[in-house]
């Protein structure tokens, strides 16, 4: 079987994502474009070579919208032979579309693909593409539909978790993204996002705050309290969940994650365009697979997707060294690690999305690299990186440097 | 064919169809209106004289609505989809033939016009309505577990959008006149020797024929698109709170917000058609036949008397007496009172009994700050309570109900009192919950004047009032309860004389089972989830809590000492034994009961109930199927038990029992719909099944009802049981 290898991978930094976020004003085609560029440029790329351009995006609407993936490959200048694909895999999207490149070229299907993602959460606001899930009665009754973020608050709740647990994590994770850019650590990836006269507009993630304390966080609301009440959620959660009491509150924005703007993209490709361009691949991807489960508590999914791409990958747990699990809240973090048990010494070391962010359809592309990057600086042979996604589905990819 | 519409074309071209139904007080939408509703409007829309059309009625409404008794067909008629889309898409066609009909029609509404017949008046193109009393307009159907299936959902859609729609229909508005017309569903309000003529002019002022959404380029108001990030959120919400308050049990509120979902993005023919659709997938549910037997039928006979004793002149009483003026006392003089019906209220002393009619004070001075009634009738209801401790003051009354204490001494000290002074064939009611009135009858010398009155709280909000037969309870004085009853404008049912009669025993099995669970290690909180999931409105410990623990407590230690030898206590005795005598936990009055109750109001399940009763670990709690099983089929064995045994003389009266007085789910319409539904024999399978796992005798299933799974018998229908009550001539 032909070997999917990573060759390598670019990241924005992340802007806060709102009208006063650094890359506000550029747009998401921009954004997805110079992530294209960037990859092509530093690894010398003939783009004609290229087979496919998979790019997650979540909100896919508006300037979003129509497969944002061949009109960013258009703009980006690659060969018009080349052509792209937009996917959506709610928060795993773009470790979804390295997967799904990885297997077009496991399959013998095609020999270099680009997978990615990207996200303008400041232009094109969450729910912007509406959907049945929510809205359509019938759908929303069925599936005892409740907000993402009642769901992380479920979960915390079913394993017991305090909010002083969840803003401690949320501290750590300051703390080490903070000292992470301090040292440098992801310099090799980050790529400054440009303006229309060529001029750096980002250069670092604009959302991290180490000096973040639990005092800072002591004075933030739960978020999800009011709705959870007055919207009749918590009552759906405890109709799915009647083993409990209460749902209670204890996520805020200070240690959910944020939402920012970004774009991402992962050279894929087999052992033997590797050869042919002069490449040296990085890692192979040893499993990937993507899971359903229970959508009211929506967020559990890694562990079951863990545990399979485990199983697939004929490996333990202890056999991984190095975990990324989107920090889409503490609770997902905090449950995956006690239900693995998964010591918080081998997981999001240098931080993730609670401090840097979280641009929903790139963010996979952005943490496959992260761990790739980590596990390259201390010389490590295996990692994982899974990200729960709505609806109730997570993903897990398994990668072993080579 | 009958003709249920007179049809009259003047000089001037106007064509007035009067509706008036042969043999009827008001206009019911059965076959024969549909018929001749169709024949009149085809004669007037191809008469050439006619130039526009006035839809008026003779009867003191307009149109009363559908023939609910045919819904309730449905439970057994074996319908199918086909044929009952057809039935109701002929009406729902009709009405767009009669809108689209190129002449102008206009509803002249001389009286009430709800469900169906309110759709009616939508489908004209302009509505007038006379300002007369009791004038009212609506869709009320989700009340009775339907939705409006002739249009209304989609033209109050298109009439006034979505974020006012919504709300009027899954709340089933009723709406007066000014707010109808405000809102836009009205287009004039007129007194009524107006309607005609302001129907008339309105035709004769070459009014538009073709609706805003015939046209090209409507947009429902609000927005049609239900992604619109404002309508989002409304579907959002909707569907959440649907879900929350419904607990995914009432079909009705569902289908009406997909109704407008769905319906909003299409024209309005294909959304006329979905509306039909959803209203036929009600119609096979059980829950809508279930409820409108129970909420309309059931409950109409029972507000009618159904019961009565026959032959027995009609009482009116102007003027009775209560005794004892605690919160049940004062609530029973309340609704007299505010019934026109004169009160003598007794207590021990002045100072008590004024403190009963303080509380209509109380209650008559929020209602006049709010505006729902005017200083002079206060005056007048109050003028009526006359508080006072000398029984003297009872020699003109009819009837006197006693609401003492629950203490057999005290209660029959008062009857005594009372039997002193008031007429001879006065009624001696007892408002107790749970002694046998029989006994209690027994301490009087006029025992066929002593019946029971079981009132519920609070008096003035609770519908159900229990009617309670002792063993030498007359006839007579039967009837004068229940005539009281129906001057309270309360629904009666009739039960024959029992411990704890038919609601206290039925509430109590549910009860003590919730609380048994707790001794068996099961998680509490899945006790309380799985009885608000099954439809209660809570769960059986914050009800506990809610009654008190040291009731509940004393209650069973009144029984030891009734029964004696013959006392089998629940199973719940003990863990309110331990609660109440060990721990001091009396409840939410004194903060501490099952729950903790915090100062704020919250409140908490108390962690101390785990040290008492050892929880059992997550993999040995039991699904919550069960948990809900065992609370709803104790109330179902019970139930058959006491139509069985005779304490009950009829379903309807347990059903609405259940529903109205101690809070069984509504959407079930009832235990013994309910058994109907589930059918007899999956009843008593799963009755042995809890019986032999559980308690043999908190499940057990009367022969009556294994005779009816065998013979393939009902309690209600074509295959109906004569309940054995009825088999025989009522104990005398």
Redesign the interface.
Known sequence: MTEAYLYDHVRTPRGKGKPDGALHEITPVQLASQVLQAIRDRNGLDTRLVEDVILGCVVPVGEQGANIARIAALNADFAQTVPGVQINRYCGSGLEAVNFAAAKVRGGLADLVIGGGVESMSRIPMGADGGAWAMDPQVANKTYFVMQGISADLLATKHGLTREDCDAYAVESQRRAARAWAEGRFAKSVVPVRDIIGLPVLERDETVRGDTTMETLAGLKPAFAEMGAKAGFDSIALQRYPQLERIEHMHHAGNSSGIVDGASAVLVGSGAIGEQLGLAPRARIRAAVTIGSEPTIMLDGPAAATRLALRKAGMAVGDIDLFELNEAFSSVVLAFMAELAVPHERINVNGGAIAMGHPLGATGGMIIGTLLDEMERRNLATGLVSLCEAAGMASATIIERV | MIDYFKYAVAEDGICTLTIDQPNSATNVMNQAFLDGFRAALDRALADDRVKGIILTSAKSSFVAGADLKAMEATLYGNPDAKTLYEQCWAFSSLLRRMETGGKPVVAALNGPALGGGFEIALACHHRIAADVRGMVVGLPEVGVGLLPGAGGTQRYLRMIGVAKALPLLLQGSQLKPDKALELGLLNEVVPADQLLPAARKWLLGSPDPVKPWDKKGFQVPGGGN??L?NL?QL???????????T??NLPAP?AI??CL?EGMQLPIDKALQVECKYFVKLNLDPVAGNMVRTIFINKSEADKLVRRPAGIDRKVHQRIGVLGAGLMGAGVAYVAAQNGIDVVLIDRDQASADKGKAYSESRLRKDMARGRITADKVEAILARIHPTADYAALGDVSLVVEAVFEDRGVKAEVFAKAEAVVPVDAVLASNTSALPITGLAETTGRPANVVGLHFFSPVERMPLVEVIRGRQTGDTALAHALDFVAQLKKTPILVNDSRGFFTSRFIGAFINEGVTMVKEGI????I???AR?TGYPVGALTISDEIGLDLAYKGAQQQAQDLGADNRPGASVEVIATMVATHGRHGRKNGKGFYEYAADGGK??WPGLDDLWPRRP?SE?PD?REVQHRMLYAQLADAARCIADGVLTDPADGDIGGCFGVGFPIYLGGPFAAMDTIGIGAVVAECDRLAARYDAGRFAIPALLREMAAEGKTFYGRNRVVPPARRTEPVA
């Open positions: 239900p992604m990030p989002a579907f959002m919400g909707t569907a959440a709170n649907l879900q929350a308050n607990y995914h569902l917000a997909s979902y998680n509490p909180a899945l309380e989830n799985a999931m908490r399940l997550a709690q919550v």
